[in-house]
Nanobody, 122 residues
Framework: VQLQASGGGMVQPGGSLRLSCATS?????MGWFRQFPGKEREFVAA???????YYSPSVKDRFTISRDSPKNTVYLQMSSLKPEDTADYYC????????????????????WGQGTQVTVSS
């Protein structure tokens, strides 16, 4: 499975950005993670094959994960962005049966896209 992430950039606090992740094929689940300098990747959001979504408490009600199945593309719509959202964002795909139990952890994902940088600054 190949993943291609795009859509990062710089935005002012309170602004919005949409990240995209194009995949070569459909998998059990897709997720977005982010990584701060010197830190481990942390879970942001995930979407199951049937459309059920999951969010980190830090982004819930501000970010929305969605998928366009015919295009094999997953999106992360980010709104009300804060400076503390500044990070490298990664999309990932999980296709093992245990993804359901590990969807909040990077260990649940076998395939990763390249990072896309998001900077929230005035």
């Amino acid at each position: 499975v190949q993943l291609q992430a795009s859509g990062g950039g710089m935005v002012q606090p309170g602004g919005s950005l949409r990240l995209s992740c194009a995949t070569s094929r459909r998998t059990l689940g897709m997720g977005w993670f982010r990584q701060f300098p010197g830190k481990e990747r942390e879970f942001v959001a995930a979407i199951r094959n049937d459309g059920v979504t999951y969010y980190s408490p830090s982004v819930k009600d501000r970010f929305t994960i969605s998928r366009d199945s015919p295009k094999n593309t997953v999106y992360l719509q980010m709104s009300s962005l804060k400076p503390e959202d500044t990070a490298d964002y990664y999309c990932a795909a999980g296709n093992r049966a245990d993804w359901y139990g590990y969807k909040f952890s990077s260990t649940g994902y076998d395939y990763w896209g390249q990072g896309t940088q998001v900077t929230v600054s005035s």
